[in-house]
Every structure is written in structure tokens, then in C-alpha cells.
């Protein structure tokens, strides 16, 4: 599968790289990392999250600098709620996952109304 990718960029020698090894590394990692998504309910309107905001945001952005976020963010309409899409190593279980995101002060705090945590495939993707 890798060497199909390659011969796809072997033209990259005209763009001054010597190799690629690069692209290898490259799709090593992303095809030996494991992705989560993440979705919570809650009311936006909720005091709790409210208050929880600020660090619930200091742990996804420490999680962003550990190169685990994938993307983060709430749902806009009235119904509220958020999905946070993760990726851990290829070893990662929904274990793994759920202990990850028990640090999140929204749910170590009570404030989510419920959490569902499901491994994703990516299949199509820009990442």
C-alpha cells in the first residue's frame, strides 16, 4: 500500500527533497494511529458548563500540544453538545480513550449530561 503512495510522489525529487522517506514516516504514522470520536450532551445553557469552560479548553488545548486532537468543538444549534475527534497510538483502546477523557473537568465535574466515545476509520480525510 505504501509503495503505491510513493510512486504517486516520486515526482517530489523536483522539489528538492533527496527522498522519500518522508512520505513513508509520514504514512507510517497515520496508518498506525488510532482515532476516537468523542461526542458529549449537555445543555448550552448549562451554569456548569459555564463555569467548567475555561480549564475544559486548558485540557483540550494541552491534548492539541501532545498532537492527539484531531478537532474539537460544540454544536452550534439548540440542541448543544460537542464532538471531539482524537487520534492515540495503534495500541489505544476505547479504554484508552475513556481514561483520556475522564481528565476533561467537563466530565470529571458532572457537567455532561452523557459521553459516548467510539472508534472512527477515517477513510476519507484531509488530514
Request: net charge negative.
Amino acid at each position: 500500500m505504501i509503495s503505491s503512495f510513493t510512486t504517486k510522489v516520486r515526482g517530489t525529487a523536483n522539489l528538492g527533497f533527496k527522498s522519500t522517506a518522508w512520505f513513508h514516516t509520514l504514512c507510517l504514522q497515520w496508518l498506525t494511529m488510532k482515532y476516537f470520536a468523542i461526542t458529549y450532551q449537555y445543555d448550552p445553557e448549562s451554569e456548569a458548563i459555564a463555569e467548567y469552560r475555561p480549564v475544559h479548553r486548558e485540557f483540550i488545548s494541552n491534548l492539541n500540544q501532545e498532537g492527539k486532537i484531531v478537532g474539537s468543538g460544540p454544536h452550534p444549534d439548540a440542541e448543544g453538545g460537542a464532538l471531539i475527534v482524537i487520534k492515540l497510538d495503534d495500541g489505544a483502546t476505547i479504554e484508552t480513550a475513556e481514561e483520556l477523557m475522564d481528565g476533561d473537568p467537563f466530565h470529571a465535574k458532572g457537567a455532561l449530561q452523557a459521553r459516548a466515545i467510539r472508534e472512527w476509520n477515517p477513510v476519507i480525510n484531509s488530514f
